[in-house]
């Protein structure tokens, strides 16, 4: 069974680095397009970072784009964010998903068959 895990979340100052991690496990992930979303109360879910099967093409959003890196590591099963110089508004429940369709770097969440069950960032003084 297809599962994702990721972890590495917490509480962190304005201008603090946080990196998580997806671990997949069941389905191998290095032949999914993998994206990280977030989900702040009250706020729909966004795509803030996309990265390709082969890991040549990237997606951000524009507002973490020079602050956040997207990254994954096909031989372990596994994804990573790092997240630099955070801000308040960064504060979310992440996910990362993967997409079977590796002819795109989707960003709605409807195209993603698998997700994880989140981590919590908080960014707070």
């Known amino acids: 069974q297809a599962h994702l895990v990721e972890s590495g979340g917490g509480l962190v100052q304005p201008g603090g680095s946080l990196r998580l991690s997806c671990a997949a496990s069941?389905?191998?992930?290095?032949?999914?397009?993998v994206s990280w979303f977030r989900q702040a109360p009250g706020k729909e879910r966004e795509a803030v970072a996309v990265?390709?099967?082969?890991?040549?093409?990237?997606y951000y959003l524009r507002s973490v784009k020079g602050r956040f890196t997207v990254s994954r590591d096909n031989g372990n099963n596994m994804a990573f964010l790092q997240m630099n110089n955070l801000e308040p508004e960064d504060s979310a429940v992440y996910y990362c998903?993967?997409?079977?369709?590796?002819?795109?770097?989707?960003?709605?969440?409807?195209?993603?068959?698998?997700w994880g069950q989140g981590t919590q960032v908080t960014v707070s003084s």
């Open positions: 998903a993967a997409d079977s369709d590796r002819s795109r770097l989707a960003r709605s969440e409807s195209d993603y068959e698998f």
């Open positions: 990265i390709s099967y082969h890991t040549t093409t990237t």
């Open positions: 069941g389905f191998t992930l290095g032949s999914y397009t």
